[in-house]
């Protein structure tokens, strides 16, 4: 048996309780019932304020620059983000500032954002891609977007939005081989 896949998630939101965290699990959860993996989902919020304030990934924590080895170190990323005043916010991309600039090469990446409405569903290509690109990792085509309306109570209400996410998922899953890393069905 082969090692499981390295899956890191990225939720981008600074605050708790956050549709973008629901949504990153939702996205892990999905590409763990597929695949044999390992990993797990880091949350901006956890790091907001060690990563904000650095200049240089000389100033961050034993415990912060773990977590950007993490992502580093990602067979597969999932990036979502929270969309602030019509862009993804700024300390998110600041924690992709503090990432090493060839780190990602070839990295398939699954692109997720929330929005208050579904104006805001361009972010993923107009301004998630771009960062992604610079950094040349592989955007998967199939972006996941989700507006408030598509969460109760803070969990996912929306059954088109789930067959989204599992439809992003499955086209991803040829990059991963069809032996290797599936899961085996009971």
Aim: hydrophobic share 45%; with cysteine; glycine share 6%.
């Amino acid at each position: 048996m082969t090692a499981p896949l390295n899956v890191i998630a990225v939720s981008g939101g600074a605050y708790r309780p956050s549709r973008t965290q629901v949504l990153t699990q939702a996205i892990f959860d999905e590409v763990g019932r597929h695949l044999n993996i390992a990993g797990r989902v880091i949350e901006l919020a956890d790091l907001a304020r060690p990563v904000g304030g650095a200049l240089s990934r000389k100033e961050l924590s034993a415990q912060v620059e773990e977590q950007l080895l993490a992502i580093e170190n990602a067979d597969l990323l999932i990036v979502a983000s929270p969309v602030y005043r019509g862009a993804y916010p700024g300390q998110l991309k600041h924690l992709f500032d503090l990432i090493g600039q060839d780190s990602l090469i070839d990295t398939p990446v699954l692109l997720a954002a929330t929005g208050g409405s579904t104006r805001h569903a361009l972010v993923i290509d107009h301004q998630l891609r771009p960062l992604f690109s610079f950094f040349q990792a592989l955007t998967l085509p199939l972006g996941i977007y989700a507006s408030e309306a598509d969460f109760t109570d803070y969990r996912i209400s929306c059954d088109l939005l789930q067959a989204r996410i599992r439809l992003a998922v499955e086209r991803a899953l040829p990059l991963f081989g069809t032996q290797q890393h599936l899961r085996q069905s009971a």
